[in-house]
């Protein structure tokens, strides 16, 4: 079966910030654990 990469996404869990809860989508793909805000702060 093929799958779209849009599929692929699409069908991906919705990520929280470790630290503040805020739902991480644009970076799917990275396995951050932390939101753009977050990140900043820790390094
Ligand atoms: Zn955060």
Not at 4 to 11: A, C, G, M, V
Not at 36 to 42: A, K, P, T, V
């Amino acid at each position: 079966m093929i799958m779209s990469s849009t599929e692929f996404f699409k069908n991906l869990p919705a990520k929280e910030c470790k630290k503040c809860g805020e739902t991480i989508e644009e970076m799917a793909d990275c396995y951050s654990h932390h939101c753009d805000d977050c990140e900043g702060e820790i390094r």
